[in-house]
T-cell receptor
Framework: DQQVKQNSPSLSVQEGRISILNCDYT??????FLWYKKYPAEGPTFLIS?????DKNEDGRFTVFLNKSAKHLSLHIVPSQPGDSAVYFC??????????FGAGTRLTVKP | NAGVTQTPKFQVLKTGQSMTLQCAQD?????MYWYRQDPGMGLRLIYY???????DKGEVPNGYNVSRLNKREFSLRLESAAPSQTSVYFC???????????FGDGTRLSIL
């Protein structure tokens, strides 16, 4: 059973515009959520996280929003840059090391 | 500043052969993890080690064994490889649970 879902396999945006990546989860016990970015032939790298006690966390151009009632989180990238082109994974965990990942969304930012 | 190092980077095996994937981290992290990544499936946790001397099953442990050799090293063993285990394997480490994990660059494993 896939407890973390990213329903959009790909997203294409113009440089300078906003990129919005979405993620849904089914397990209400998750209390920590993360976004990772992955380039080809490299491991995922941590981007930003949010705990379940918050509904928003910002880090520069990246903002993560959490809607617990809808079991939904999103990553906003503003402004988008060509170097942001990568696969983005949403992940969720409880306080027990068992982290679940979504299938990923491939973001392409066009110059 | 190596971070998480995985060896080998590529490997081709025949069905039934055994293989150990090696992972070492130099960040003094307590927790270490093994994931596999398959198309359309994201990353799935195979095993993890919350601290030196402990290991636990993740989401897809069947067909694998692990050893936490010391705080730095966490190996993954396939005793009798099967084509269904063809995948990209990632090792990760983290300070503790519920904290961001740092990933190695992966081992691409093909089983014929």
């Amino acid at each position: 059973d896939q407890q973390v879902k990213q329903n959009s396999p790909s997203l294409s945006v113009q440089e300078g515009r906003i990129s919005i990546l979405n993620c849904d989860y089914t397990n209400s016990m998750f209390d920590y959520f993360l976004w990772y970015k992955k380039y080809p032939a490299e491991g995922p790298t941590f981007l930003i996280s949010i705990s379940s006690i918050k509904d928003k966390n910002e880090d520069g151009r990246f903002t993560v929003f959490l809607n617990k009632s809808a079991k939904h989180l999103s990553l906003h990238i503003v402004p988008s840059q060509p170097g942001d082109s990568a696969v983005y994974f949403c992940a969720a965990s409880r306080l027990n090391n068992d982290m679940r990942f979504g299938a990923g969304t491939r973001l392409t930012v066009k110059p | 500043n190596a971070g998480v190092t995985q060896t080998p980077k590529f490997q081709v095996l025949k069905t039934g052969q055994s293989m150990t994937l090696q992972c070492a981290q130099d960040m003094n992290h307590n927790s270490m993890y093994w994931y596999r990544q398959d198309p359309g499936m994201g990353l799935r946790l195979i095993y993890y080690s919350a601290s030196e001397g402990t290991t636990d099953k993740g989401e897809v442990p069947n067909g694998y064994n692990v050893s936490r050799l010391n705080k730095r090293e966490f190996s993954l063993r396939l005793e009798s490889a099967a084509p269904s285990q063809t995948s990209v394997y990632f090792c990760a480490s983290g300070p503790n649970s519920n904290q961001p994990q740092h990933f190695g660059d992966g081992t691409r494993l093909s089983i014929l």
